[in-house]
């Protein structure tokens, strides 16, 4: 399958086994909790998710791939092999939810374009290319957006699945931080101007999410009232900060396109070291 509809597959015998400690805490979720079967959009969000979460798990195996050409170390391979169960994981999760709405709507995709590929040459900067998009980006701006979704949430089902994405995001955005500090020596100034313009465009790719029509928020969408100044908020204080602090600028009119600004925000939120493809993750499919 590379272009068509959106389904998943579990083939089962030792590889299902293999998996089983990894999706346990799934089945110990309240799914005998009634949702609202009418929920068209909830529906939408949660098929969307499910495949942003797919996407995610391609993308950090190309990471683990190029971490791997790179002679990156060990761990950090290690780490993003890792987060590709943990996506999977997560796609299985949003599906189940869509399917305790009612069921999944149709989606369609093309499996052959879940990432898009870096356009740097040399293996270090192909990685860092990556990482910054994926890790630095996408799952840095994941993580305060989910937080709004839960708390918009109002299902226990729904905010169990969702605090277990968090926490599982937030080591996903930590490893960019770590990697960047790593390879930090042989990062040159053109390396590093052209980490912020791919950094640059990963966030304006939210950019056409924001400004549009709101629905309300609740079963994992967040409205568009909230959505969109908590976005800009986190593109400056959780990416274009901790970016700076590494000599990697964002360009301005970059932030601007989504309505943030290089200064805004408080201290810095990643730590690193010292503390649509698959980037756009679960939070394009949440905004309503």
Do not use: N
Not at 25 to 40: K, T
């Amino acid at each position: 399958m590379s272009a068509g509809e959106f389904e998943l597959a579990i083939l089962g015998g030792p590889w299902s086994r293999r998996l089983a400690p990894r999706r346990a805490w799934l089945d110990a979720l309240p799914w005998d909790e009634e949702l609202p079967r009418g929920a068209d959009g909830a529906r939408v969000v949660w098929t969307r998710t499910a495949f942003s979460e797919y996407a995610s798990a391609a993308a950090f195996a190309e990471i683990a791939g190029a971490l791997l050409a790179a002679g990156a170390p060990i761990d950090l391979v290690a780490a993003a092999g890792d987060f590709v169960v943990d996506e999977i994981v997560h796609t299985e999760a949003a599906a189940r939810v869509a399917a305790a709405l009612g069921g999944a709507v149709a989606l369609e995709v093309d499996l052959e374009r879940l990432v898009r590929p870096p356009a740097a040459r040399g293996a270090l900067l192909r990685a860092a290319e990556l990482m910054v998009r994926v890790s630095c980006v996408g799952e840095a701006l994941t993580v305060p957006m989910l937080k709004i979704s839960r708390r918009l949430a109002g299902s226990a089902l729904i905010d169990a699945v969702l605090a277990r994405v968090v926490a599982d995001e937030a080591s996903h955005a930590q490893l960019g931080w770590w990697f960047l500090d790593w390879a930090d020596p042989a990062l040159d100034r053109p390396a590093r101007e052209h980490l912020g313009r791919a950094a640059g465009a990963a966030i304006r790719a939210f950019a056409p999410l924001l400004g549009g029509g709101c629905t309300d928020s609740g079963l994992g969408a967040v409205a568009c009232d909230r959505y969109d100044p908590a976005l800009a908020e986190a593109a400056a204080r959780q990416v274009a900060r901790p970016l700076a602090a590494r000599g990697i600028e964002v360009p301005v009119e970059d932030l601007a396109a989504v309505g943030a600004h290089a200064g805004a925000g408080g201290a810095d939120g990643a730590g690193g070291a010292d503390g649509a493809d698959g980037t756009l993750d679960i939070i394009d499919a949440a905004r309503g």
